[in-house]
């Protein structure tokens, strides 16, 4: 395959990539917004398992999904307990993090090896993008109704950039570990 091709591949594949994780992001929050705590999980976990069925290396790619579910689910659990946020939907119990949460944390990791794959072993520039990015799509949520920040909306947001800020190289860390040796970056995609 010609350089041009293969450059051409990846891009389609970030590109893809990055509009399946937008649309199950949607998905979840619109779904808790407005009640349907089920509906979105359900739909963003469809297309988890589309991104599963394009990457060549299924089982590392898996094995990062499972460690960004665990840690979402400690982060955001940690938030919901001390009152830092708020989540509508606060399946199956209203002190831990719900399921629709725990899945877009899941479909986040989708990204690593693809969409943000140029993140790789840049653990600093990881942590400041996490500070930043993370506060803002939970802002983004909030204004939909997905959540709430009870105490302030500063507090709230600092507290979700310094859980960002840990977590953002977590993921990039674990996806280095994870990685396959055919590396990222591209999905078999049927049209190339």
């Not at 949607?26 to 589309?50: D, N």
Request: hydrophobic share 55%; aromatic share 14%; net charge positive.
């Amino acid at each position: 395959m010609s350089k041009s091709l293969a450059t051409i591949g990846v891009t389609r594949g970030k590109i893809l990539n990055v509009l399946l994780y937008q649309a199950g992001w949607f998905a979840c929050v619109i779904g808790a917004a407005q009640g349907y705590w089920l509906a979105g999980p359900c739909v963003a976990l469809l297309l988890v398992a589309a991104h599963l069925l394009l990457v060549p290396a299924t089982a590392s790619e898996l094995k990062l999904l499972a460690c960004s579910g665990l840690i979402g689910f400690a982060l955001d659990s940690l938030h919901q307990w001390s009152g830092t946020l708020d989540f509508a939907g606060a399946w199956p119990d209203g002190r831990l993090a719900p399921f629709w949460i725990v899945v877009m944390w899941v479909q986040f990791a989708t990204m690593i090896h693809y969409a943000l794959s140029w993140l790789s072993g840049k653990y600093l520039l990881s942590a400041v993008l996490g500070a930043i990015g993370g506060p803002l799509a939970y802002w983004g949520g909030v204004r939909i109704g997905a959540a709430d920040f009870p105490p302030s909306l500063w507090f709230s947001l600092a507290a979700l950039g310094v859980g960002w800020a840990v977590a953002m190289p977590a993921l990039v860390w674990l996806g280095d570990r994870f990685v396959s040796p055919t590396r990222t970056g591209y999905y078999r995609l049927p049209f190339r």
